[in-house]
């Protein structure tokens, strides 16, 4: 069956960190492609002062050079707030036949009881948690101890055998990046976020006047 990828994240702004995880994720799975998905309203965050179209546009140029990669802006064009239940209620009937994978850092996995329905998410799609530099795991233990982790070196071939409901642990760590420190170093003028994001997304955030002190 084929495999596709689900990334959601708020994306202010995207980064590199984002970037190797769908990609790491892309060549370990062998997803046919990745849809990446920013949220209008975010349920855990506040909602970001730059817009979510600001945003789908970072996106968008981020994965301008990965054809596999492709911007989905179904949360922007729905009202209220972004819940990935909807959303993968809504993929599902768009790819009826696909199995689907939603790929998430562990630092969204350790919150998932909070989320919006999450004990139905694996009636949609299985889940692959991937390492994130310094975060907690615990989370992730209690789902080995329940039985539902199955080995990243069986993923590839249980995930495109099922369309939903396995669960596995990817212990890649992409770059120690986030959107939170880049913000606060672009309104400091600290040129060190200018690694960490890729140039033309850094040139959109100086052309637009984006993450000033400001905003
Ligand atoms: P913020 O710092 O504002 O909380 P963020 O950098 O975590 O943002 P999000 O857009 O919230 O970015 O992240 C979307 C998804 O990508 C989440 O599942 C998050 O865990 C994951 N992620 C982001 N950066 C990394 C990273 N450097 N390593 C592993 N996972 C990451």
Request: charged fraction near 15%; aromatic fraction near 6%.
């Given at each position: 069956?084929?495999?596709?990828?689900?990334?959601?994240g708020?994306?202010?702004?995207?980064?590199?960190?984002?970037?190797?995880?769908?990609?790491?994720?892309?060549d370990?799975?062998?997803?046919?492609?990745?849809?990446?998905?920013?949220?209008?309203v975010?349920?855990?965050?506040?909602?970001?002062?730059?817009?979510a179209?600001?945003?789908?546009?970072?996106?968008?140029?981020?994965?301008?050079?990965?054809?596999?990669?492709?911007?989905?802006?179904c949360?922007?064009?729905?009202?209220?707030?972004?819940?990935?239940?909807?959303?993968?209620?809504?993929?599902?009937?768009?790819?009826?036949?696909?199995?689907?994978?939603?790929?998430?850092?562990?630092?969204?996995?350790?919150?998932?009881?909070?989320?919006?329905?999450?004990?139905?998410?694996?009636?949609?799609?299985?889940?692959?948690?991937?390492?994130?530099?310094?975060?907690?795991?615990?989370?992730?233990?209690?789902?080995?101890?329940?039985?539902?982790?199955?080995?990243?070196?069986?993923?590839?071939?249980?995930?495109?055998?099922?369309?939903?409901?396995?669960?596995?642990?990817?212990?890649?760590?992409?770059?120690?990046?986030?959107?939170?420190?880049?913000?606060?170093?672009?309104?400091?003028?600290?040129?060190?976020?200018?690694?960490e994001?890729?140039?033309?997304?850094?040139?959109?955030?100086?052309?637009?006047?984006?993450?000033q002190?400001?905003?």
């Amino acid at each position: 069956m084929e495999l596709i990828g689900i990334f959601g994240g708020t994306f202010n702004p995207i980064h590199n960190g984002h970037l190797v995880l769908a990609q790491t994720v892309l060549d370990t799975l062998h997803c046919t492609q990745i849809r990446v998905i920013p949220a209008a309203v975010p349920p855990h965050k506040e909602t970001p002062a730059v817009t979510a179209q600001h945003r789908a546009a970072m996106v968008q140029l981020a994965i301008q050079d990965h054809p596999k990669f492709v911007l989905d802006t179904c949360e922007l064009e729905r009202q209220g707030t972004s819940y990935t239940i909807e959303t993968l209620h809504l993929l599902r009937r768009c790819f009826p036949d696909q199995a689907l994978c939603l790929m998430m850092g562990q630092d969204s996995y350790q919150k998932l009881p909070s989320w919006r329905r999450w004990l139905e998410l694996l009636d949609y799609c299985h889940v692959l948690v991937v390492h994130r530099a310094d975060r907690d795991n615990t989370l992730l233990l209690h789902a080995e101890h329940e039985g539902k982790l199955i080995d990243i070196a069986a993923a590839p071939t249980a995930f495109a055998q099922q369309a939903n409901g396995l669960i596995s642990f990817l212990p890649v760590t992409p770059p120690d990046i986030s959107s939170t420190r880049i913000r606060e170093q672009l309104a400091h003028n600290d040129h060190a976020t200018i690694a960490e994001i890729p140039p033309q997304v850094l040139r959109y955030i100086q052309q637009h006047h984006l993450y000033q002190q400001s905003n």
